[in-house]
């Protein structure tokens, strides 16, 4: 990929769109997303894109399976803490390389944390549709636990990457 060349297209789109233009420079001042995602790494599972969101409306944390270790969560922190975000959604998605891995004891070794926290979510589901959903679910109450105070709403939902439904 030319990566010039790309961002050469994203430039002249923002210079081709008012609205978009104005967005950009307004949130030199700083961002106000509401919503906060932890998503997949998984390059089909784009929330920006899934949720037809633009420039500073979500706070987006990646990582392969969507697991929550101590960068993730201090990430999760930071933005409960200073950027008022009032939902958070765990982004399970279909057809998940990490969880496939994790059940199929391929690639992943259990000593990699990601392959550890999904272990420790999924424990011995094998079904990859399951295993998404409640690894998904899990981080969710683990983040629960962990921010028993926040007022806003925490929840997960899967998105399916053959339909592009998010449910
Ligand atoms: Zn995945």
Do not use: W
């Amino acid at each position: 990929m030319d990566i010039s060349k790309r961002n050469k297209l994203f430039i002249d789109e923002i210079n081709s769109n008012k609205q978009l233009k104005a967005t950009r420079d307004n949130l030199v001042k700083g961002q106000h997303p509401s919503l906060l995602v932890v998503c997949c790494s998984d390059s089909r599972v784009v929330p920006e894109k899934i949720l037809s969101c633009s420039l500073g409306e979500i706070f987006v944390i990646r990582t392969a399976g969507n697991v929550i270790n101590e960068g993730e969560l201090a990430s999760i922190s930071y933005a409960i803490e200073h950027l008022n975000i009032n939902h958070i959604l765990i982004m399970g998605h279909t057809h998940c390389g990490a969880i496939h891995a994790v059940i199929h004891n391929e690639g992943f070794l259990y000593s990699d944390p990601i392959a550890k926290r999904i272990k420790h979510n999924i424990l011995d589901i094998v079904d990859e549709k399951t295993a998404s959903k409640v690894n998904a679910s899990k981080e969710v109450e683990y983040l629960k636990e962990m921010f028993p105070d926040y007022q806003g709403t925490i929840e997960y939902k899967i998105y399916d990457i053959e339909t592009s439904i998010l449910y």
